[in-house]
């Protein structure tokens, strides 16, 4: 697969708006693995090869063990690797990440408004759209996987 455009220098100001999302992204009440294990697993549901490889490793670098991420993409069935916060994020991130099926759920929100308060429901939910514009654009224009 060839790469195709860069975002960053075809289009500088819609990247720049990009990593601003990413800037702000580096503030929220999340802890890293946290949020490695949203741009994770929602990495895994968009099939982007891309942010899967970088996402990982960033996640092994942060102190996440290999083998929960081996199992994210299980977690339902491992849910004893995965504390209720993060099982609860996980659940966000596939409800959202596939809103096109039912959205987020009733369900789902009401268990995030247990463990989580408002300003922190609404930074996980831009967690999760921003790595999912980062998917659509790694997978758009074939951005390799760095060796």
Known sequence: MSTRLNIATTDAAAYKAMMGLEGYLQNI???P?????????ASQINGCAFCLDMHTKD?????ETPQRIYLLNAWREAAELYT????????????ITLISQKGLTEETYYK???LF???TIAQI?????????????AISTHLPIMK
């Open 29 to 31: 009440s999340l802890n």
């Open 33 to 41: 693995i946290q949020k490695e294990l949203i741009k994770i697993r």
């Open 59 to 63: 996640a092994i670098k942060y102190g």
């Open 84 to 95: 209720e916060e993060e099982q609860t994020l996980l659940a966000m991130t596939e409800e």
């Open 112 to 114: 995030a408004k247990q």
């Open 117 to 119: 308060d408002e300003s």
């Open 125 to 137: 939910i831009m967690a999760i759209v921003t790595i999912n514009s980062w998917n659509r654009i």
